[in-house]
């Protein structure tokens, strides 16, 4: 029987072992897209304790402690911190199977040096080890002991990137920190918040927008100054994917109609969707930028718990449409006038792996490595079935050597030990090829391509 998380965990054979410790463990992150504060980055936040660090803002934990019946007093409502991480200690011994066991044992070890595991009985001298622990440990100090290197935050056109610009100045902080720009709001014309947010974007811009043209000339000067601030990046939240062809005039009727708190078909809102999606895209173009698609949310499935505690407080599920074809015209609109930047798709549900790692080889450019990206196991796909389906749909349809890697997606700074769970899942496949004569006994160059995906792709991926 092996050790619980030994050395060698998840590396079953003696390549894997090979790939990941001399090769994988020590590589620096990239993290391209997470959800971290720049604000607490900045101000060097010092948490109040483990559970602030821990539970607060980590949707992972909060549902499975909402599926053991805990009451929501001690998730998201006023119990003390103690009482609060003594509960989510309670649930522990029974998430047998679930990531978040690894993970919460690979984050005790990692960042507080704590071998227990967490149950009841641990539960009072883990929290307070892992206080007086984090007396050492602030935002900054958690990023930099992961190895992190570079990182993006996720920023809304309307931001000041007043903390950007402020990091800039700082250069007692190595890591390089960035924008960026996720301009879901501009784009979701059916939700209740349209109207205001556009008044906010024709503020923040100095434009007046009231139709389609003087929209995409605020989007526009909102990029270009992202831009001077250091951003190379966009991110997109396509839930549904929605693509129909219009003309600037009925896209312009459309705009002028939300404004006016008119009811729009869905018709209407795929024209208007698939019209600012391709001039952002051609922006981003012009800008050597990269895109990210983030295809395929159900979210807020609760309505009463919406009314209670917001959106985006965990109760958001995988949704089952179909997409290809929509996305295939959206992408291909923009390549056919050679517009169509660097893209990297993601998809929540797992059966539409194949989909993306087919797709991508549709748009590839001659003198531009691996220009389109399957991205990483996302969100619920984040674990290690989900990783492993996403590197093996990869690699037998396209080229693994040259995809761009692992992110953390994550608002928590304990969160970067999802790269190490990665590392180890990505070298004990590729190890398992060449120890069952798949792939020629070529330790070297294998040990070559996984610090390509660990960090070097990336790197290059995302320089303009």
């Not at 100090?141 to 402020?166: A, E, R």
């Not at 349209?194 to 024709?202: M, N, R």
Request: overall charge negative.
């Amino acid at each position: 029987m092996k050790t619980f998380m030994g050395e060698d965990f998840v590396l079953k054979n003696k390549t894997a072992q090979i790939l990941y410790h001399d090769y994988a463990k020590d590589m620096p992150i990239f993290d391209f897209h997470c959800h971290l504060s720049v604000e607490e980055i900045y101000n060097d936040k010092k948490f109040s304790s483990i559970t602030e660090a821990w539970l607060g803002g980590d949707h992972y934990k909060w549902r499975l402690l909402r599926e053991m019946g805990v009451d929501e007093s001690y998730i998201t409502g006023d119990k003390g911190d103690y009482e609060k991480f003594l509960e989510y200690a309670k649930v522990m011994p029974y998430a047998i199977g679930n990531p978040i066991f690894h993970w919460t044992h690979l984050e005790l070890r990692r960042y507080f040096g704590i071998d227990e595991i967490l149950s009841p009985n641990t539960a009072e001298s883990i929290y307070n080890r892992a206080n007086e622990k984090l007396q050492t440990l602030t935002a900054r100090k958690l990023i930099t002991m992961s190895n992190v290197k570079k990182l993006f935050t996720t920023d809304d056109p309307i931001d000041d990137l007043h903390f950007h610009k402020l990091l800039k100045e700082d250069k007692s902080f190595a890591v390089e920190v960035e924008p960026a720009f996720r301009p879901d709001k501009a784009l979701n014309i059916e939700q209740s918040t349209y109207v205001s947010y556009i008044a906010k974007l024709a503020d923040v811009s100095g434009i007046k927008i009231d139709g389609i043209q003087s929209l995409c000339e605020a989007l526009t000067k909102r990029i270009e100054y992202f831009d001077r601030v250091g951003c190379v990046c966009a991110d997109h939240a396509l839930d549904r994917v929605m693509y129909m062809p219009a003309t600037a005039e009925q896209v312009d009727g459309i705009v002028k109609k939300a404004l006016a708190g008119g009811e729009l078909s869905r018709a209407e809102i795929e024209q208007y969707k698939g019209y600012v999606l391709v001039h952002l895209g051609r922006q981003y173009a012009h800008l050597h930028w990269v895109q990210q698609y983030h295809i395929g949310a159900l979210r807020n499935n609760s309505s009463r718990t919406m009314g209670l505690l917001g959106p985006d407080t965990g109760f958001d599920a995988i949704e089952d449409q179909s997409f290809a074809k929509k996305l295939s015209m959206l992408l291909d609109v923009l390549d056919s006038t050679n517009e169509l930047p660097k893209t990297i798709l993601y998809c929540l549900n797992p059966r539409d792996n194949e989909v993306l790692a087919t797709l991508i080889n549709c748009f590839q450019q001659g003198g531009t490595i691996g220009k389109m990206q399957f991205g990483s196991a996302w969100w619920f796909n984040d674990q290690k079935d989900g990783m492993e389906r996403q590197l093996m749909a990869l690699s037998q349809v396209g080229l693994i050597s040259k995809f761009v890697g692992m992110l953390t997606d994550s608002r928590s700074f304990l969160s970067y030990t999802r790269h190490e769970y990665f590392r180890r899942i990505l070298c004990n496949m590729l190890g398992n090829l060449i120890e069952e004569g798949e792939y020629p006994n070529e330790v070297e160059f294998v040990g070559g391509i996984v610090q390509d995906i660990c960090y070097n792709n990336a790197i290059n991926y995302f320089n303009k």
